[in-house]
């Protein structure tokens, strides 16, 4: 096992975290095995993380906080750890994500990234880099959070009717997965509509893309390969990417009748169930009765 004392606090925020809770223990008089029991864990997991073996989680973060009372320091930091385990070349899209005051995306394949549910986004994440699931997946339900703060970006998300088709980690996880999507049908901040396979030829056709837009900062268009992301704020490319996303949406269903489509789908491709989820039938239902 590394020695602690020799990484460098210094050379990426997951180092710093191991450094530090290291500190605070030893400051505290504790063992590893002895802050494992007052956190609810092993203290095998206090040593991993520590020598960066391990990504902390938010839920350990805060139990660290609360038992050592170091006012929040682990849980300000854990956002830094999360976002320093994303691909490196999406490590900027997802910091300007983080600031947007508005957010519009055009998805062809996939549920955009910040309203995937953990289920779905593990079985889309194991296509990549199974090695590091854990971690990558830790990162992207932290990227989420911005939808819960008190002021969220306002998002405005068109998904390819295609994408309610491709059944994404199976057809329990898809039936999930559709009902979350439903959850956001009154939201404040948040409209979801499905570009319908009947619109044909579209702007969209040569993939997905976002735009974000700022209260102080020029508007950002991102769009990404299989390899890499690529993020611009040329003003004639962003006034050619608004342009098209406005054609987008204008093909698109309300975000009435794309609930109902949503809710369809869900019926009739993902029904076959022996064990439904509660929480996802009124959700249906609810869509169903609009």
Request: glycine share 6%; charged share 25%.
């Amino acid at each position: 096992m590394a020695n602690i004392q020799s990484l460098d606090p210094t050379a990426s925020p997951l180092d710093y975290y191991g450094w530090e809770l290291r500190r605070q223990r030893e400051a505290h008089g504790l063992k590893q095995g002895q802050l494992g029991d007052i956190i609810f864990c092993t203290g095998s997991l206090v040593g991993q993380i520590e020598t960066t073996k391990k990504v902390p989680t938010r839920d350990f973060s805060e139990r660290v906080d609360a038992a050592l009372g170091t006012d929040g320091l682990f849980s300000r930091l854990i956002g830094l750890v999360l976002r320093s385990q994303l691909p490196t070349w999406f490590q900027p899209y997802a910091e300007m994500e983080a600031k947007a005051a508005y957010i519009s995306t055009y998805q062809a394949q996939l549920v955009y990234g910040l309203l995937q549910t953990e289920e779905y986004a593990r079985a889309v994440l194991a296509t990549g880099k199974p090695g590091q699931l854990d971690s990558l997946l830790a990162a992207r339900m932290e990227r989420q959070r911005i939808l819960a703060w008190e002021k969220p970006p306002v998002a405005l998300v068109i998904l390819d009717e295609a994408v309610l088709h491709r059944p994404i980690g199976g057809d329990d996880v898809m039936w999930r997965q559709l009902a979350h999507l439903l959850e956001f049908t009154n939201h404040r901040w948040m409209c979801i509509q499905v570009l319908p396979l009947t619109s044909g030829e579209h702007p969209g056709l040569a993939g997905a893309f976002n735009i974000l837009r700022f209260e102080d900062h020029p508007d950002v268009f991102y769009t990404e390969d299989m390899m890499s992301g690529h993020m611009t704020a040329n003003p004639e490319t962003i006034k050619e990417a608004s342009l098209n996303y406005a054609h987008l949406q204008a093909d698109a269903l309300s975000v009435k009748d794309s609930a109902a489509l949503i809710a369809r789908v869900m019926e009739e491709r993902y029904a076959d169930r022996t064990e439904r989820d509660p929480v996802a039938e009124v959700q249906l239902q609810r869509a169903q009765r609009r």
